[in-house]
């Protein structure tokens, strides 16, 4: 208990950690409202699936763009703007509520609004997360803020459920508007107190498309997304169905509220129980509670009455809680600092983007053969989706190797002293016949470090005269570029470098750098060359450099 706690001895953490509760309290009785508001409109299964998808659609458009500003700009600042479109959308659909003005695209539409604002904030709050706490504790601070959304998760619903019986919709809604400013509070304390590092000069449209080479070129990153992006598929009927078959049931908007609070509990559970449950269950993990989590759908499609709908629903929490929080935990651990905003928003969209349409895919079916047979088909594909798990090769926690910066090879970017591009870079390489098989392996790895750091192309040339004279070249967008791709060489990577080097032969390797230049601008080479040399003294990215080779 005091590991799964630790981070709230961390006072920014324990800050954004309180308000992050008491704004999940609000987003939860707002679903709630808006769910059965929109069932007592329309009387469609469909159009409540479009309202659940609402409020995460946004992501499936957005999450990549609001990940590359978090890596731009101050992610508190990003924050706050979100605030304040998701609290603006929830009091207007308070407003029109009361009015009785409100129809059912005017909701859905104020739902795709908050949603712009989740899309916005999520990514720059989970990047926070390791300048929040130790990266020793990223693990169980994520589980804190699953415990914090899920004592939100047994609360709001139940919440929301009398208040939509007892007073009505409109005051659901205003009651989540208040809570919004709460939040802009906590995120202006927090920014105060924290020390951000400073942010890579570069443009909008290279960090976007660095984020996404990223991603395809860190093989562990991409499968973990392609999982995520799956198990959001098959898993979201167990909350956008649940309405219509709370009806199924026998039951009321209360009775609804109760069953999604049912799952919070059990999610609730998940958070402090998910270190001894996760180390028994070692390399399977994952795998098994994929699977748990599509049994648990299984039995509330088929469940008889309520108090077996309430059974599945804690179980359904407690394994989605354990299946997240290790995804996203994995998803932080494989991030560096200066793609973090990018690559969690990535993570967003597997998740939060894609789980929208699966959200309308199930409402759809529910329409059409029913809502159980609909909870049932879909948790078979989740049974299905956790038995192939161990194909993805997903890492356990521990085995994670995070990126690592050392301070000493930590080197300054002068902007004076940037312009030009695109740029080429060459290294000559001069290897031995029989070392030639094992080089190639390490400059394959070497080709993903490159990619992912910031070249857009690189190839491998074998002299055709000089059988022994290997050329790498990669490309970058600008000088800009590649001097940022110096400060993302990470330890890891500077050591698989210096053991190509070792192959060389010629004391090399020997490299060349080739730059477009403005010719009516050009830029001042002298002091270009002086810092660009300092940053390869300094970072590991081509030992003992020499710009005149």
Same mark, same amino acid.
């Given at each position: 208990?005091?590991?799964?706690?630790?981070?709230?001895?961390?006072?920014?953490? $324990?800050?954004?950690?309180?308000?992050? %509760?008491?704004?999940?309290?609000?987003?939860?009785?707002?679903?709630?409202?808006?769910?059965?508001?929109?069932?007592?409109?329309?009387?469609?299964?469909?159009?409540?699936?479009?309202?659940?998808?609402?409020?995460?659609?946004?992501? +499936?458009?957005?999450?990549?763009?609001?990940?590359?500003?978090?890596?731009?700009?101050?992610?508190?600042?990003?924050?706050?703007?979100?605030?304040?479109?998701?609290?603006?959308?929830?009091?207007?659909?308070?407003? &029109?509520? $009361?009015?009785g003005v409100i129809t059912p695209p005017l909701?859905?539409?104020?739902?795709? +609004?908050?949603?712009?604002?989740?899309?916005?904030?999520?990514?720059?709050?989970?990047?926070?997360?390791?300048?929040?706490?130790?990266?020793?504790?990223?693990?169980?601070?994520?589980?804190?803020?699953?415990?914090?959304?899920?004592?939100?998760?047994?609360?709001?619903?139940? %919440?929301?459920?009398?208040?939509?019986?007892?007073?009505?919709p409109a005051l659901a809604f205003g009651l989540?508007?208040?809570?919004?400013?709460?939040?802009?509070?906590? %995120?202006?304390?927090?920014?105060?107190? &924290?020390?951000?590092?400073?942010?890579?000069?570069?443009?909008?449209?290279?960090?976007?498309?660095?984020?996404?080479?990223?991603?395809?070129?860190?093989?562990?990153?991409?499968?973990?997304?392609?999982?995520?992006?799956?198990?959001?598929?098959?898993?979201?009927?167990?909350?956008?169905?649940?309405?219509?078959?709370?009806?199924?049931?026998?039951?009321?908007?209360?009775?609804?509220?109760?069953?999604?609070?049912?799952?919070?509990?059990?999610?609730?559970?998940?958070?402090f129980i998910r270190q001894p449950v996760m180390? &028994?269950?070692?390399?399977?993990?994952?795998?098994?509670?994929?699977?748990?989590?599509?049994?648990?759908?299984? &039995?509330?499609?088929?469940?008889?009455?309520?108090?077996?709908?309430?059974?599945?629903?804690?179980?359904?929490?407690?394994?989605?809680?354990?299946?997240?929080?290790?995804?996203?935990?994995?998803?932080?651990?494989?991030?560096?600092?200066?793609?973090?905003?990018?690559?969690?928003?990535?993570?967003?969209?597997?998740?939060?983007?894609?789980?929208?349409?699966?959200?309308?895919?199930?409402?759809?079916?529910?329409?059409?053969?029913?809502?159980?047979?609909?909870?049932?088909?879909?948790?078979?594909?989740?049974?299905?989706?956790?038995?192939?798990?161990?194909?993805?090769? %997903?890492?356990?926690?521990?085995?994670?190797?995070?990126?690592?910066?050392?301070?000493?090879?930590?080197?300054?970017?002068?902007?004076?002293?940037?312009?030009?591009?695109?740029?080429?870079?060459?290294?000559?390489?001069?290897?031995?016949?029989?070392?030639?098989?094992?080089?190639?392996?390490?400059?394959?790895?070497? $080709?993903?470090?490159?990619?992912?750091?910031?070249?857009?192309?690189?190839?491998?040339? $074998?002299?055709?005269?000089?059988?022994?004279?290997?050329?790498?070249?990669?490309?970058?967008?600008?000088?800009?570029?590649?001097?940022?791709?110096?400060?993302?060489?990470?330890?890891?990577?500077?050591?698989?470098?210096?053991?190509?080097?070792?192959?060389?032969?010629?004391?090399?390797?020997?490299?060349?750098?080739?730059?477009?230049?403005?010719?009516?601008?050009?830029?001042?080479?002298?002091?270009?060359?002086?810092?660009?040399?300092?940053?390869?003294?300094?970072?590991?990215?081509?030992?003992?450099?020499?710009?005149?080779?």
């Open positions: 208990m005091g590991s799964a706690v630790a981070p709230l001895h961390h006072s920014a953490f $324990r800050v954004l950690w309180a308000v992050s %509760i008491l704004s999940a309290i609000g987003t939860f009785i707002q679903s709630i409202a808006a769910s059965w508001l929109m069932l007592e409109m329309t009387g469609s299964s469909t159009w409540v699936g479009l309202m659940v998808a609402s409020s995460t659609l946004p992501l +499936l458009f957005l999450a990549l763009f609001a990940g590359t500003l978090a890596d731009m700009f101050d992610r508190t600042k990003i924050m706050l703007i979100a605030q304040v479109i998701m609290g603006g959308s929830a009091l207007t659909m308070a407003i &029109l509520t $009361r009015s909701l859905l539409g104020l739902g795709l +609004l908050l949603g712009t604002g989740v899309a916005l904030n999520l990514p720059a709050f989970q990047a926070l997360l390791p300048n929040l706490v130790p990266r020793g504790l990223i693990a169980s601070a994520v589980a804190l803020q699953s415990a914090a959304f899920n004592t939100a998760r047994a609360v709001g619903p139940a %919440i929301g459920g009398i208040l939509v019986v007892s007073a009505g989540n508007s208040l809570t919004y400013v709460a939040a802009i509070v906590g %995120i202006l304390v927090v920014g105060r107190a &924290l020390n951000m590092p400073d942010r890579e000069p570069t443009s909008f449209t290279s960090a976007v498309a660095l984020g996404l080479r990223f991603a395809r070129f860190t093989p562990q990153f991409a499968r973990l997304l392609f999982l995520t992006a799956l198990f959001a598929v098959t898993s979201a009927v167990v909350q956008a169905v649940l309405p219509s078959h709370t009806l199924t049931l026998g039951g009321t908007a209360e009775t609804f509220g109760f069953l999604l609070g049912a799952m919070g509990i059990g999610a609730l559970v998940g958070a180390n &028994l269950l070692g390399d399977r993990g994952t795998m098994v509670t994929v699977v748990a989590f599509g049994l648990s759908g299984i &039995l509330l499609g088929t469940a008889p009455n309520l108090p077996v709908a309430v059974l599945a629903m804690i179980l359904a929490g407690l394994f989605w809680l354990l299946t997240l929080t290790d995804l996203r935990t994995a998803a932080q651990l494989l991030s560096p600092e200066w793609i973090r905003g990018r690559t969690m928003a990535m993570y967003t969209l597997s998740f939060g983007g894609i789980l929208p349409l699966g959200a309308i895919l199930s409402g759809v079916v529910a329409d059409w053969i029913g809502t159980s047979m609909a909870i049932v088909s879909f948790s078979i594909g989740t049974v299905v989706l956790g038995l192939v798990t161990p194909l993805f090769k %997903i890492p356990k926690l521990d085995d994670i190797v995070t990126p690592e910066f050392s301070e000493d090879r930590a080197a300054h970017l002068d902007d004076d002293t940037i312009g030009g591009g695109p740029v080429v870079v060459l290294n000559v390489w001069t290897i031995d016949e029989e070392d030639f098989a094992e080089f190639t392996l390490v400059m394959n790895e070497i $080709r993903m470090v490159r990619l992912r750091t910031g070249a857009y192309r690189w190839r491998l040339f $074998r002299d055709t005269n000089e059988p022994h004279r290997i050329t790498e070249f990669f490309a970058l967008g600008s000088w800009e570029e590649h001097l940022a791709q110096h400060g993302r060489i990470d330890d890891a990577s500077a050591a698989l470098i210096a053991q190509a080097r070792s192959f060389d032969r010629a004391g090399g390797p020997r490299t060349r750098h080739m730059i477009a230049i403005d010719v009516e601008h050009p830029p001042d080479f002298d002091e270009l060359l002086v810092t660009h040399a300092e940053l390869h003294r300094t970072d590991g990215s081509i030992p003992d450099f020499d710009h005149n080779g």
